[in-house]
């Protein structure tokens, strides 16, 4: 089983992850926002981050991916992005289908199922190391 | 004073080139002031021979303003306003008609032109139709722009809105995947905390329903205003009253200081929320055992309350911030603490409704200090009563 970093400032969608991670078995540790998120996974060096991408301003989660994938510790974690942002800019984040353009591996639709959300870790979980 | 010069294209249309120089010679050098937008202008006159040339130039340059032939060799005047410019509302133009009859001008207006000038004319007949082109262009682009703005300024609150209500959706969908699944097995009882986290949630969204339409009702003006005279001390003591219950959980003691005989013309439900908001504030964002001091006091022509807390406070950065809608300021302190980040906003719509003024001073760690300014009115024996002149604050 592994080490996720949750990364949200919904103290609601924290408990929601932290729920169904620890009843899959893994470790959990969480943060409210991107500094401190950042900042633990550094010592966590966590196996997992999920971030969410729309914290205290709207591009919080998006900028903590960017630290993250420039930190030489830490820049190879696999990041689970959580996204509401499609219905909400229209066209002007075409997320979803373009994770090119961001540093992230995967993403999951608010509202989460706990079994999709289930899937895609362990999906990226199983991915061999780049 | 007039801080921009600003360059507008002008063309002339014309297959007579007597027309054509004369038109560029007499405008070559005008310039115009504009004083409601404060700016001055400038034109850049182009000249063309044929509605084809100008046509196929419009590809790269479009001027602001056409003076256009009616009669071209070619494609018309006509049918260059009907076809082509009829698809750049933005180009204001003026049909040079060479027989000054009344059919083509009506003709030429209903085509979108905005003026015509009657050959022959004078070069004071083409200055004051160009002036009255320019101030018609300037006047539609400053209108232009604030649409623009206003659209742009839609948007984001529709996204923030947006977010805002999703949010607490979200969260109780999450809840109720985990009851779902019998994630904490199939005692009922442990799924209390979720169930109260649920109802919160859906609880602070409705508020913020009932706040936006506040808000709303308030702005668009809505809502009836009933201003009557009101003693500012009673208003302070209904809002402490209001927040004992909070404050006694947190062991926080709240203190008014009132100068006596304060008053103010205002409407009581609208006194109601700037008081209530500064003073849930003070206590939300206050530490246990904290102290809250409201002081009510005359400024010469102004009454002000003054809200000091000893809360976590806030940083020069997040102070700035304050007063627009849905601005909460996250961090360790306030995460739990539920609110929509509407009550300073409308706090600070309702001061400016009454001519009055917020401000800020805050110090992390220390607390922070909200003051409200408002119209004063004298209290006299005759409050509640017929004493008291009614003042229009429409
Ligand atoms: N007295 C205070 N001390 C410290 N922070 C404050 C204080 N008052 C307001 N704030 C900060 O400003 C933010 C905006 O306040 P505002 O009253 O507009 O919204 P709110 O309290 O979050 O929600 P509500 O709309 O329910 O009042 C708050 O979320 C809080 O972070
Ligand atoms: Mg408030």
């Known amino acids: 089983m592994a080490n996720i970093l949750c990364i949200d400032d919904d103290m609601d969608v924290i408990e929601f992850l932290t729920l169904t991670l620890k009843a899959a078995g893994h470790t959990v540790e969480t943060a409210p926002d991107g500094k401190a998120g950042f900042a633990k996974a550094l010592t966590f060096l966590p196996d997992l981050i999920v971030l969410d991408v729309m914290m205290a301003n709207t591009t919080e989660g998006v900028g903590t991916a960017f630290d993250i994938r420039g930190n030489e510790k830490i820049r190879h974690t696999p990041i689970l992005m959580l996204t509401s942002i499609n219905q909400e800019f229209g066209n002007a984040f075409k997320l979803q289908s373009d994770s090119s353009s961001l540093p992230v591996?995967?993403?999951?639709?608010?509202?989460?199922?706990?079994?999709?959300?289930?899937?895609?870790?362990?999906?990226?979980?199983?991915?061999?190391?780049? | 004073m007039y801080s921009e010069l600003e360059t507008l294209k002008l063309a002339v249309v014309d297959d007579e080139l007597g027309i054509r120089l004369g038109v560029s010679s007499i405008l070559a050098d005008m310039t115009m002031d504009i004083p409601d937008v404060g700016c001055r202008i400038r034109l850049q006159v182009s000249s063309w021979a044929d509605g084809e040339s100008f046509v196929g130039s419009l590809d790269s340059n479009v001027p602001q303003i056409v003076l256009l032939d009616s009669k071209l060799p070619g494609i018309g005047g006509m049918e260059i306003l009907e076809g082509t410019l009829s698809k750049r509302p933005d180009v204001v133009t003026i049909m040079i008609t060479a027989y000054a009859t009344l059919e083509s001008a009506v003709r030429a207006t209903k085509l979108g032109a905005y003026d015509f000038l009657a050959k022959p004319f004078t070069p004071e007949e083409l200055r004051v139709t160009v002036r009255k082109a320019i101030h018609h262009h300037v006047l539609a682009a400053q209108a232009r722009r604030l649409m623009e703005e206003k659209r742009t300024v839609r948007f984001q609150f529709i996204?923030?809105?947006?977010?805002?209500?999703?949010?607490?959706?979200?969260?109780?969908?999450?809840?109720?995947?985990?009851?779902?699944?019998?994630?904490?097995?199939?005692?009922?009882?442990?799924?209390d905390g979720m169930i109260e986290r649920s109802s919160l949630r859906i609880a602070g969204m409705r508020k913020l329903i009932n706040d936006l339409l506040d808000l709303t009702r308030i702005e668009s003006g809505q809502r009836i205003r009933n201003p009557e005279p009101l003693v500012l001390e009673d208003l302070a003591r209904a809002a402490l009253e209001g927040q004992e219950n909070a404050a006694r959980e947190q062991g926080i003691r709240i203190d008014l200081t009132a100068e006596p005989g304060l008053s103010i013309h205002a409407d009581r439900m609208e006194m109601e929320m700037i008081f209530n908001n500064l003073v849930s504030n003070a206590v939300k964002y206050n530490r246990p055992g904290g102290t809250v001091q409201v002081t009510l006091s005359r400024r010469e022509d102004q009454v002000e309350v003054q809200v000091t807390d000893t809360g976590w406070g806030m940083?020069?950065?997040?102070?700035?911030?304050?007063?627009?809608?849905?601005?909460r300021i996250k961090n360790e302190h306030t995460r739990d603490i539920p609110g929509s980040g509407l009550g300073l906003s409308l706090v600070k719509k309702l001061s400016s409704l009454y001519g009055g003024s917020v401000e800020v001073e805050s110090e992390p760690g220390v607390g922070s200090c909200f003051r409200v300014r408002l119209p004063f009115q004298l209290s006299s024996a005759g409050i509640g009563g017929a004493v008291l002149k009614e003042t229009d604050h429409g």
């Not at chain 2, 940083?315 to 601005?327: G, I, Y």
Request: aromatic content about 6%; glycine content about 2%.
């Open chain 2, 159 to 191: 996204s923030v809105l947006a977010h805002e209500l999703k949010s607490p959706i979200n969260a109780v969908d999450g809840y109720l995947d985990l009851i779902r699944n019998r994630m904490l097995g199939d005692e009922l009882a442990s799924y």
């Open chain 1, 105 to 130: 591996d995967d993403f999951v639709e608010k509202p989460i199922a706990s079994k999709t959300l289930l899937e895609k870790v362990s999906r990226l979980l199983a991915k061999p190391k780049a």
């Open chain 2, 315 to 327: 940083s020069a950065e997040e102070t700035a911030r304050l007063f627009s809608d849905f601005v």
